[in-house]
């Protein structure tokens, strides 16, 4: 079956600190690939997309991530975190117009 | 934001009964789709739809049917409501090709 897996339920970091989410898919053939955002108590919000060409894409608020197509992963980075990127954070995978999700990493930054 | 509203945004519902959850989108996109919230499963697709009249399968389409008889409207009903499906309901929006999907605020669903 289709899956999507965040490996991290729970990530705690203080500021300043430099964050790596990690995202696996199951999906051969293309695939389009994306990172959400949920602030407490607010809808989803893109971070950043992959739908071809240079496998490192940047996003918004300093955040980036790497398609590794032969690990099927598509891990979220960010140098330096600040209390205020604590937030839900999705792995999303489009293949053929369905869109799958990963359980989703909680992240807690520190002051 | 885009143009993609939900409602009702709160009920409340007694086991047993029906419930329809409306998504209108003023976007003409042709992806729509439905999701339940659930701590430690994150966003579960239930249905979607790629055009009008033309619906598929989530992973847990188990208890729910849904219609789309205009690009604008989504309907996803729960034909007789139980507990398990107490959740926060979200439809999203997306146009053809590869682009983002965008969300609507959500609906908070309690069985009881």
């Known amino acids: 079956a289709q899956s999507v897996s965040q490996h991290n339920h729970h990530v705690i970091l203080s500021e300043a600190a430099s964050l790596e989410l990690g995202c696996n898919y199951s999906y051969g053939g293309t695939v389009n690939l994306f990172w959400y955002v949920q602030y407490p108590g607010q809808h989803l919000q893109l971070l950043l997309k992959?739908?071809?060409?240079?496998?490192l894409v940047k996003g918004i608020k300093g955040f980036e991530a790497e398609f590794i197509k032969s690990k099927f992963s598509f891990n979220l980075r960010k140098p330096s975190v600040q209390w205020s990127d604590t937030a839900e954070y999705f792995c999303?995978?489009?293949?053929?117009?369905?869109?799958?999700f990963g359980q989703g990493t909680e992240l807690s930054v520190k002051p | 934001d885009a143009g993609i509203t939900q409602s009702p945004r709160h009920k409340v519902t007694e086991t047993g009964t029906p419930v329809t959850l409306r998504c209108h989108q003023t976007e003409n996109h042709r992806y729509m789709y439905w999701y339940r919230q659930d701590p430690g499963h994150g966003l579960r697709l239930i249905h979607y739809s790629y055009g009008v009249k033309d619906t598929d399968k989530g992973e847990v389409s188990d208890g729910y049917s849904v219609s789309r008889s205009k690009t604008e409207d989504f309907l996803l009903t729960l034909e007789s409501a139980t507990s398990s499906q107490t959740s926060v309901y979200f439809c999203?929006?997306?146009?053809?090709?590869?682009?983002?999907?965008?969300f609507g605020q959500g609906t908070r669903l309690t069985v009881v």
């Open positions: 999303a995978v489009n293949q053929g117009g369905k869109l799958i």
């Open positions: 999203a929006i997306r146009g053809s090709g590869a682009g983002e999907a965008f």
């Open positions: 992959y739908f071809s060409g240079d496998p």
